[in-house]
């Protein structure tokens, strides 16, 4: 029977044992394991069990990885975790052996010979909460970190990973927990000396002189506004997260993979002067501004009877409907044509809500003229793709029209900003859909507990919408937490994290 085959399921403390880096050619493979007696299991197959069970915490031995008959399998360096001083707050070892699939496999059938079972997607990053050593905002964020494309979207999960918004989450978690505890000790006082006030009884009255009055109102309203900054952050963490789509069009030859290639600083799409040279869609990720970018090199629109070609063509039509971007390039040696004006009228009419930028492409060999007009066409950019020329300014028109697309810069958000930076919390943004979702929901509950209070209704019915905002803030970090959303969660993470 293959022990691997043995199916785990979160949550139990099981030895568990999976490679942390790809398996491939490269100098060194980590493979790493953890669990209930770990350190032990691990011993019987290892050349200096003493060695190593001595060996206190956080240090590293040398020795080889045997087989069943005590041969050698690799020869490796061994790091020491004790509980509760590791990542998981278990046992473990994280074993460095050399580079390579065969390696790496033959390690891996060893430890599922010793009694390791193969650690389910994110079991490290689950055990490491269930013992308290992060909570689930910090958790997300090691995902966040492991796909992080540009250096901003690294630094804003490092960000969420230094627990920036764990503790602004807490903060305005602990705003809302003395709102509510001055209104149940309303509730109770009023309750005790029998005022006709109680909360059996349908609590404060509308005709009641404190009806409406929510003690501790300026703090339901400072968490709400904090709630807010928050919600508004998802869109612009998505994009530093998740990236935009940017679709570079324009007729047969304007220069699409050139521009393509120079914004990649690589020769990747073929360029020729034949018209239709690119037939299907090539993508490449670059970053501009330290937004993750999937750039989309399109087949030029033209009639054709190619069915390769037509496909292509079709392609990059079903592109233009999802970009975020369009970079729509006018070959200046030709001008603009009758099929661009088409274009440009049909894409604003039908095709996309989304923002175009307009290239005048080539200016190197044909100069632009400002006094050229097309219609709904704000801006026309002079670059030139094979010249290297106004790339830099292309790039500072992409960053700002996706950052305001997503919500990054508009003024509400900046004057919040600076007042939320000087409060020491700078740039706790929320990433995950799962995280947006509790935010509304907490927003919205505060959103009525106040919409009640400015009514007069009984403090009563509003006690419960502070509980409700309460509890979802600490859903977020996990605090409150089922079996069920941590096993969806954690599944989404990769093997050995
Ligand atoms: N002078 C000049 N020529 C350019 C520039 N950009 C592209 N070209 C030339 O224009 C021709 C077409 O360039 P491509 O990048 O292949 O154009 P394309 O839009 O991808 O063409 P298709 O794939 O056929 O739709 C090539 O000969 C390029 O060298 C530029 O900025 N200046
Ligand atoms: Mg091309």
New binding site residues.
Partial sequence: MLAGMIKGHYGDDAPIAAPATPLGESALTLIRVSGKSSIEIFSAGFSRPKALAEAPGNTIVHGWILDNNKNNIDEVLVSVFRAPASYTGEDGIDISCHGGIAAAKGIMKRLRELGFREALPGEFTFRAFMNGKLDLTRAESVMELVSAKSDESRSHAVNRLSGALESEINDVKNLLVEALASTELFLDYSDDDGAGLSAAGGGIHADDESAGRLPDRSSVEEALRRIKRLSASYNRERLFSEGALVV?A????????????TLLREDR???????????DWIEAWIAVGGIPIRLI????F?ESNDPVELLGIERSRNFLHAADLVLY?I???KGIRKEDRDFINVFHQNVSPSPMLLLW??????PFSSSLYVDKVKALIP?????N?GIDVLGDHISSILEEKFGGNTEENNSDNASINNAGIENAGIATERQKELIGRAESALHEALSLADHNRPLDIIAPLLREAVNALGEITGEVSTAEILDTMFSRFCIGK
């Fill in positions: 570079i324009g007729r047969p030859n304007s220069g699409k993979s050139s521009l393509f290639n799409s073929i360029v020729t002067d034949i018209p239709g040279t690119t037939r090199d399109t087949a030029g033209q390039l070959d200046g040696k492409n080539k200016v190197d060999a044909a670059v030139s793709a094979k010249a020329l």
